[in-house]
T-cell receptor, first 113, second 110 residues
Framework: NAGVTQTPKFQVLKTGQSMTLQCAQD?????MYWYRQDPGMGLRLIYY???????DKGEVPNGYNVSRLNKREFSLRLESAAPSQTSVYFC????????????FGEGSWLTVV | SQQGEEDPQALSIQEGENATMNCSYK?????LQWYRQNSGRGLVHLIL?????REKHSGRLRVTLDTSKKSSSLLITASRAADTASYFC??????????FGTGTRLKVLA
């Protein structure tokens, strides 16, 4: 049982480049999330998808877009990467949006130079 | 802004001692969860406590919730070196998203 799988694990981008972080879960969860984690800031919600076909902004959505491709997959896109987007990105999922355990991927380390 | 704020930011104890960390939040919640993160890894769920519960146990973990003070505490008893990690609270206000605190870094010395 893979749980939540995100790729790539590590990526270095140049300022202005674009890239997509991929995430897939095999637990038949309805809700999926993208967080970023910066030193001293904890985890901040970028975007979430309460259910297939819906996406909504979290705390820090600027500079990002998301796609809920199907129930399993939720991708995060950086259209024009900036150094301020250097961070560790976590994808997560839960059965529904409230009252359930959140399962996390192992993280994607992104450096923008 | 962060919904949950953990306190202390860092804690260092000897193996066998108890570790207590606190979480304060700002708005009404449906439930609160605690997570552990080992260095370089994703977060792992520890325990969930609902707004109508005051205390919950799971193995060596004890969580309390005081909704009147908008605070929760996580107690780890008889700590082990393997408990060294960062601990986060996450609040669920029923707004379709979970908000995490800034975390407490626990170091257990063997």
């Amino acid at each position: 049982n893979a749980g939540v799988t995100q790729t790539p694990k590590f990526q270095v981008l140049k300022t202005g480049q674009s890239m997509t972080l991929q995430c897939a879960q095999d637990m038949n969860h309805n809700s999926m999330y993208w967080y970023r984690q910066d030193p001293g800031m904890g985890l901040r919600l970028i975007y979430y998808s309460a259910s297939e076909g819906t996406t909504d902004k979290g705390e820090v959505p600027n500079g990002y877009n998301v796609s809920r491709l199907n129930k399993r997959e939720f991708s995060l896109r950086l259209e024009s990467a900036a150094p301020s987007q250097t961070s560790v990105y976590f994808c997560a999922s839960s059965v529904t949006h409230s009252g359930n355990t959140i399962y996390f991927g192992e993280g994607s380390w992104l450096t923008v130079v | 802004s962060q919904q949950g704020e953990e306190d202390p930011q860092a804690l260092s104890i000897q193996e066998g001692e108890n570790a207590t960390m606190n979480c304060s939040y700002k708005t009404s919640i449906n439930n609160l969860q605690w997570y552990r993160q080992n260095s370089g890894r994703g977060l792992v769920h520890l325990i969930l406590i609902r707004s109508n519960e005051r205390e919950k146990h799971s193995g060596r973990l004890r969580v309390t919730l005081d909704t009147s003070k908008k605070s929760s505490s996580l107690l780890i008893t008889a700590s082990r070196a393997a408990d060294t990690a960062s601990y986060f609270c996450a609040t669920d206000s029923g707004t379709y998203k979970y908000i995490f605190g800034t975390g407490t870094r626990l170091k257990v010395l063997a």
